[in-house]
């Protein structure tokens, strides 16, 4: 999914306790490149999957298809875990949360290893304040 500018503009402040904009920005670019990188060799990484699910959630990110479905041709991104259609707000948030909680290491999403952790891990990153991102992020240097 290529990111552009409104994308950005649409994350809220307050669906990031730990982090800044600018931070969360820089990993969900980066997670997108590297998921696109992927699904070209025709591969798939379920824990990178589970953190580009929460921060599109996160960032209320609108997903196109590449074909229509049903008529459709996108939808806002769903709750990573519970699979609710409604917008990431603060109490949503909270909720996906603890659900991610209680299920990291005691159940895996089935054909998806590694999907549960990457939701935990970036919501743990964003929500609860870890510190540890879910994925490295190089730094950007200005020339």
Same mark, same amino acid.
């Given at each position: ?22 931070? /969360? ?31 599109? !959630? ?8 590449? /074909? ?16 609710? /259609? ?20 005691? !159940? ?11 939701? /935990?891990?970036?919501?743990? !990153?964003? !929500? ?16």
């Amino acid at each position: 999914m290529k990111l552009m500018g409104r994308d950005l503009d649409r994350i809220r402040r307050e669906h990031l306790r730990g982090v800044k904009v600018v931070q /969360f920005a820089e990993l969900w670019v980066e997670a997108e490149r590297r998921h696109d990188a992927l699904r070209s060799e025709s591969g798939v990484d379920w824990y990178l999957a589970g953190v580009l699910a929460a921060c599109r !959630w996160l960032a209320n990110a609108g997903i196109t298809y590449e /074909f229509p479905i049903d008529g459709r041709h996108g939808e806002l991104a769903r709750a990573p875990l519970s699979r609710r /259609f409604d917008l990431a707000i603060e109490e949503l948030i909270e909720e996906e949360t603890l659900l991610a909680e209680r299920l990291v290491g005691r !159940w895996e999403w089935p054909g998806r290893p590694g999907y549960v952790e990457g939701v /935990f891990v970036t919501l743990a !990153w964003v !929500w609860r304040r870890s510190g540890v991102p879910p994925i490295e992020v190089k730094a950007s240097r200005a020339s």
